[in-house]
């Protein structure tokens, strides 16, 4: 078994489904336009919005923070979070970029990923392979394999269906007894300080709601100017990765509260008692100034442009630096690494930008960074 067989599972999979959603649903593509423009006027003003989202946390009972380096989001889950703590962790990209979920294990936390994907590589002590798949690159045997070796209760010739009710009885125990739940964010509502999530598992409902604290972060390229926008990014985003309708949509305001008892609010009810949203910049706002750049900070992480590339299907993992892999990640790379590398492997076929939802040039992105990575380099 190998990583031809995996992607190709996961392309004959996938591919197809996107297409039949985009048919059937055709008033996505002219979400996913008005998003284009809502997102561009973000990033054209970046630090206001970051500003008026962070005022808007606030004003939502929350705790909003900047975090200019992974360094800096350390030291700010470090005191929020503190010492001896159980947590659990709905999918994020921006945490693996900051190195959370490490820092917090070697602080002396019990740290678990509970997305599927993310509990198999944690497990597998590997990087994500792909940015909504992390474990594409596992065949069923592999995954049979390594649950077997790990949690045990898992026998030979196990089921697609057994593999993941063993994976649920394990997590269940962990989602109930944590103290903190930390997410991402698919996109931050500037006028209200609302994230979005969107999920299939039920894993970030239970990461944010069961834990006394919520901790989000994200990259301040997931701001959007109003709950509206981030609702068309909730449909668009979906759709696009081939999960339409999302099972679960997440929109937290602050923690949770209630005035039930002579209208006087009170917190917390059921949910979390505090909310911190953590906007990582690591190279985001420079980016927002450059015009071609600027094009690459319009991702939403749909995930598409992995599947219709030639290189990624012949590098996989291999190509980009984690958790950015495949064309978008070949431009993340540079932005927040500063890594012009894995632009240089990108063969201008053109089908990324073809299937981009965003409708961001990828080839030209690349093509500025292969330039400016030989000009470093000169
Ligand atoms: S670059 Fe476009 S296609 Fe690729 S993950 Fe981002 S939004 Fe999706």
Not at 72 to 93: D, H
Not at 102 to 125: K, S
Not at 184 to 204: M, P, R
Request: aromatic share 8%; charged share 25%; net charge positive.
């Amino acid at each position: 078994m190998s990583w031809e067989t995996a992607v190709e599972r996961a392309i004959n999979n996938n591919v197809p489904r996107v297409y039949k959603i985009l048919r059937e649903h055709p008033y996505i593509l002219d979400l996913a336009k008005e998003l284009r423009e809502a997102k561009l006027k973000v990033l054209e003003n970046l630090e206001y919005y970051v500003d008026k989202t962070l005022d808007s946390v606030k004003r939502a009972g929350g705790h909003g923070y900047l975090a200019s380096s992974p360094e800096e989001a350390r030291e700010i889950v470090e005191k929020i979070v503190g010492k001896g703590k159980t947590v659990v962790m709905g999918k994020s990209m921006v945490a693996y970029e900051a190195g959370i979920r490490e820092f917090l294990i070697r602080q002396g936390n019990e740290v678990w990923e509970t997305d599927l994907g993310e509990f198999l590589i944690q497990l597998a002590n590997q990087p994500p392979s792909h940015i909504i798949a992390p474990a594409i690159h596992l065949t069923k045997e592999e995954v049979e394999k390594l649950l077997k070796q790990k949690i045990g209760g898992v026998h030979e010739g196990s089921t697609h269906e057994e593999l993941v009710t063993m994976v649920r009885q394990f997590l269940r125990e962990k989602f109930v007894k944590a103290d903190v739940g930390i997410t991402g964010a698919n996109a931050v509502a500037s006028d209200t300080g609302t994230i979005a999530l969107i999920e299939n598992e039920g894993n970030i409902r239970f990461s944010s709601i069961s834990p006394t604290v919520h901790i989000a972060i994200t990259g301040v390229d997931k701001i959007v100017p109003t709950l509206a926008d981030a609702t068309k990014e909730v449909l668009v985003q979906s759709a696009f990765a081939g999960l339409y309708p999302p099972t679960y949509v997440n929109f937290t305001s602050g923690p949770s509260s209630t005035a039930d008892i002579e209208m006087k609010r009170i917190s917390p009810a059921h949910g979390p008692k505090e909310f911190h949203l953590i906007l990582l910049d690591n190279g985001r706002i420079k980016a927002s100034k450059d015009p071609v750049l600027r094009e690459a900070l319009l991702c939403i992480r749909c995930g598409r442009c992995h599947l219709h590339c030639p290189v990624y299907r012949a590098l996989g993992v291999k190509w980009g630096d984690p958790p950015f892999t495949g064309p978008m990640g070949a431009m993340w790379s540079y932005v927040v690494y500063n890594d012009p590398k894995p632009a240089m492997y990108c063969a201008h076929s053109g089908n990324c930008k073809e299937v981009c939802p965003m409708r961001i040039n990828i080839p030209r992105v690349l093509e500025y960074i292969k330039w400016k990575g030989n000009r470093q380099k000169a």
